[in-house]
Nanobody, 126 residues
Framework: QVQLVESGGGQVQAGGSLRLSCAAS????????MGWFRQAPGKEREFVAG????????YYQDSVKGRFTVSRDNAKNTVFLQMNNLKPEDTAVYYC???????????????????WGQGTQVTVSS
């Protein structure tokens, strides 16, 4: 069992920045792919970013490339999402996820992840 707790969400004006954190407990996540999804009102949940176990490989949704950076600190069992130059269309609930299936690749499919955090709201005003 893995518990994921996100923090760092909030309200910011367009062009601003936020840094989301996700603290894992119950199992060390250093061997696993971690990721972030988001869901805006009335829309489906979508992949935002993912990172392999070592942090050497990262993947992003096209709309956030160059603005968002995913990273991890395995010693602290934590993954981060640095979000810069935020836009109103980034407004959503952001979820941290973990894939404990020991896959080498990062899945963009929400069904590829075993555990989800409760989510943290990010609101970007224009």
């Amino acid at each position: 069992q893995v518990q994921l707790v996100e923090s760092g969400g909030g309200q910011v004006q367009a062009g601003g920045s936020l840094r989301l954190s996700c603290a894992a407990s119950g199992r060390t996540i250093s061997n696993y792919v971690m990721g972030w999804f988001r869901q805006a009102p009335g829309k489906e949940r979508e992949f935002v970013a993912g990172i392999n176990w070592s942090g050497a490989y990262t993947y992003y949704q096209d709309s956030v490339k160059g603005r968002f950076t995913v990273s991890r600190d395995n010693a602290k069992n934590t993954v981060f999402l640095q979000m810069n130059n935020l836009k109103p269309e980034d407004t959503a609930v952001y979820y941290c996820v973990v894939d404990i299936n020991n896959r080498e690749y990062v899945s963009r499919d929400l069904n590829g992840y075993n555990y989800w955090g409760q989510g943290t709201q990010v609101t970007v005003s224009s």
